[in-house]
């Protein structure tokens, strides 16, 4: 694993019009809490796992991938070409966990009852792998 962590707030909709640089400026300040690197990820192929954990009324899963994966280019990768493969995942926070299963960070997110994504970044693997 490259990088994870945690947007403690509802994400925003890729078809949201406002907001979308509170929003970028947000997510950046939190994953800088985290992010140790000196420069941006430049090479190779990323795979980011996103789990958004919501409270009622969600927003659609496949909306919230680009507002996020665009708040990250120039932070975490210098452009989002690099991500080939990602896996966004919702779930409700009323629903039953296995969370000794789960990152500490998703275990956390999961705890606080507020709504969040939980954002994971690392290598791609083969093709081949995710399809078996």
Known sequence: MLFEFLIPRRPLSVQAKKNRKKWKAFVISEAKKTWSGTSPYNSGDLHVT?????????????????????????????????????????????????????????VRGILSGKECVYVKIEKSKALEDYLQ
């Open 50 to 106: 996103l789990v958004y954990l919501y409270d009622d009324a969600p927003v659609d899963v496949d909306n919230i991938i680009k507002p996020i994966l665009d708040s990250l280019t120039g932070l975490i990768y210098d452009d989002d070409i690099l991500v080939t493969d990602v896996e966004s995942h919702r779930r409700s926070l009323t629903g039953s966990f296995e969370i000794a299963k789960y990152p500490d960070l998703l």
